[in-house]
């Protein structure tokens, strides 16, 4: 069974730092381009960072730029994200996803951890 399995939210004040992690087991992702999303109450799911397999592409949402850093571990089949400087907007649930096409991680990718909250308080 394919699984992306998020840890590492929780509650921080603002201007505090989270690192998330994503691990994935049922199969290589090795070759999959990796993101990070968020959903915050009322609002859609957005698009928050994303990595290319190899690394050598990465994309930030303009909201995350220069605070946010996306990493990925081929070994461990891995994805993190480097979370700095928080603001109480960044307050959602962040998912990982998976797939075997960088482009169509901001469509529709084929695999979705099962999401870890991150709250942010003022």
């Known amino acids: 069974q394919v699984q992306l399995v998020e840890s590492g939210g929780g509650l921080v004040q603002a201007g505090g730092s989270l690192r998330l992690s994503c691990a994935a087991s049922?199969?290589?992702?090795?070759?999959?381009?990796m993101g990070w999303f968020r959903q915050a109450p009322g609002k859609e799911r957005e698009s928050v960072a994303a990595?290319?397999?190899?690394?050598?592409?990465?994309y930030y949402a303009d909201s995350v730029k220069g605070r946010f850093t996306i990493s990925r571990d081929n070994g461990k089949i891995a994805v993190y994200l480097q979370m700095n400087s928080l603001k109480p907007d960044d307050t959602a649930v962040y998912y990982c996803?998976?797939?075997?096409?960088?482009?169509?991680?901001?469509?529709?990718?084929?695999?979705w951890g099962q999401g870890t909250q991150v709250t942010v308080s003022s």
């Open positions: 996803a998976a797939d075997y096409y960088y482009n169509h991680l901001f469509t529709r990718p084929d695999y």
């Open positions: 990595v290319t397999w190899s690394g050598d592409m990465t």
């Open positions: 049922g199969r290589s992702f090795s070759r999959h381009a």
